[in-house]
């Protein structure tokens, strides 16, 4: 298994409502991110963990927590979004921290 | 500070056209360079990368050559066909003493191919 994936492929919110990304991948990759992508925009590094501790959060508002409950898989609970928050969420891993990375297809976000 | 600066798009081409898409970086340290494409709707792909200065990525037809003296890694191909299509990122990566690893996106550059 080579591919990382995410669900859902797409997501519509309200702003009041509580959602979870996810994201999983079992190339045994130690290192996963999390990037948001805006349209005709290159990705923005949200969060990165390494051994499934949280390494780098790229002061990102506290409405967007990550969650890595094991090696395979990483979380991202929405709470409380905002209209602009609606983007392409995009997952990735790598071997290790310093390994190049692989992405997923990433999950559509849509916040009215 | 560290960044990649790519030419502007769109991009437009006719079928089996050359190809070049222009990236220069700026970076403190030894990065490696990648470039990635997204075709629409669907996340980054991998293209191809080199890790040291003079090596050369090449992948589906694509080049790109890790040139230091002018730190540059211009992405080319010979001959572009319809699927080609999609959005070019050129990307370095850096080693950071205190966070690992740094990744830092170019802005993209969209190409399109026509029959």
């Known amino acids: 298994d080579t591919e990382v994936t995410q669900t859902p492929k797409h997501l519509v919110m309200g702003m009041t409502n509580k959602k979870s990304l996810k994201c999983e991948q079992h190339?045994?990759?130690?290192?996963m991110y999390w990037y948001k992508q805006k349209a005709k925009k290159p990705p923005e590094l949200m969060f990165v963990?390494?051994?499934?501790?949280?390494?780098i959060n790229e002061s990102v508002p506290s409405r967007f927590s990550p969650e890595c409950p094991n090696s395979s898989l990483l979380n991202l609970h929405l709470h409380a979004l905002q209209p602009e928050d609606s983007a392409l969420y995009l997952c990735?891993?790598?071997?290790?921290?310093?390994?190049?990375?692989?992405f997923g297809p990433g999950t559509r976000l849509t916040v009215l | 500070g560290n960044s990649v600066t790519q030419m502007e798009g769109p991009v437009t081409l006719s079928e089996e056209a050359f190809l070049t898409i222009n990236c220069t970086y700026t970076?403190?340290?030894?990065?490696?360079l990648f470039w990635y494409v997204q075709y629409p709707g669907e996340g980054l792909q991998l293209l191809l990368k080199?890790?040291?200065?003079?090596d050369k990525g090449s992948n589906k037809g694509f080049e790109a050559t890790y040139r230091k003296e002018t730190t540059s890694f211009h992405l080319e191909k010979g001959s572009v066909q319809v699927s080609d299509s999609a959005v070019y990122f050129c990307?370095?990566?850096?080693?950071?003493?205190?966070?690992?690893?740094?990744?830092?996106f170019g802005t993209g550059t969209s190409l399109t191919v026509i029959p």
């Open positions: 990735a891993s790598s071997q290790q921290i310093d390994y190049e990375q692989f």
């Open positions: 190339m045994g990759h130690r290192a």
């Open positions: 963990y390494s051994y499934e501790k949280l390494s």
């Open positions: 970076a403190t340290g030894y990065p490696s």
């Open positions: 080199a890790t040291k200065a003079d």
């Open positions: 990307a370095l990566r850096l080693a950071l003493s205190n966070t690992g690893n740094q990744f830092y």
